[in-house]
C-alpha cells in the first residue's frame, strides 16, 4: 500500500467518526465558558463572599446583608 493510499484511508476514516473538526470550535468555546466560571468561582471564594454562588442577589432586590 503507498503512502498515498495510507493518507486516503486515515482521512476517511476520521471523517466516518463525525467530522470531528466541525466539532472543534464548539468544543473549544465551551471549554472556554467553564474555565471562565471556575475562576470566577475562585475569585469568589478567595473574597470571601461564597454565599453569593448558592443565593445570588438578583438585580433591584433587597440586599438580605
Known sequence: ?????R???RAAS???HGGP???VPA???SC???SKLIHHKIDVYRAGDADR???PVRPGAA???
Open 1 to 5: 500500500m503507498t503512502n498515498r493510499c
Open 7 to 9: 493518507v486516503a484511508r
Open 14 to 16: 476520521v471523517s466516518l
Open 21 to 23: 473538526r466541525a466539532d
Open 27 to 29: 468544543k473549544l468555546a
Open 32 to 34: 472556554g465558558r467553564i
Open 53 to 55: 454562588l448558592w443565593a
Open 63 to 65: 440586599n438580605p446583608t
